[in-house]
């Protein structure tokens, strides 16, 4: 089954949740890990969101300018 992209809402709630479980020291080792590769994962799909975005943003404007 594949799993589907997260939004960027959603990406960014993860996150969030990922970092209060590890600043209030939630996770063990072998979870941490885990949950490191998943904010890693989470960031490059918000990164490409954010360029996505910036770049339909720059066509608009620059379409409004012709």
């Not at 479980?21 to 490059?44: F, G, M, W, Y």
Request: with cysteine.
């Amino acid at each position: 089954m594949a799993t589907k992209k997260a939004t960027y809402k959603e990406a960014i709630s993860e996150i969030e949740e990922i970092l209060e479980q590890i600043e209030n020291n939630e996770l063990d080792v072998d979870e941490l890990a885990e949950k490191v590769k998943r904010v890693s994962v989470l960031l490059k799909t918000c990164k490409e969101k954010l360029q996505k975005t910036n770049e339909q943003v720059e066509q608009i404007l620059k379409e409004m300018e012709e």
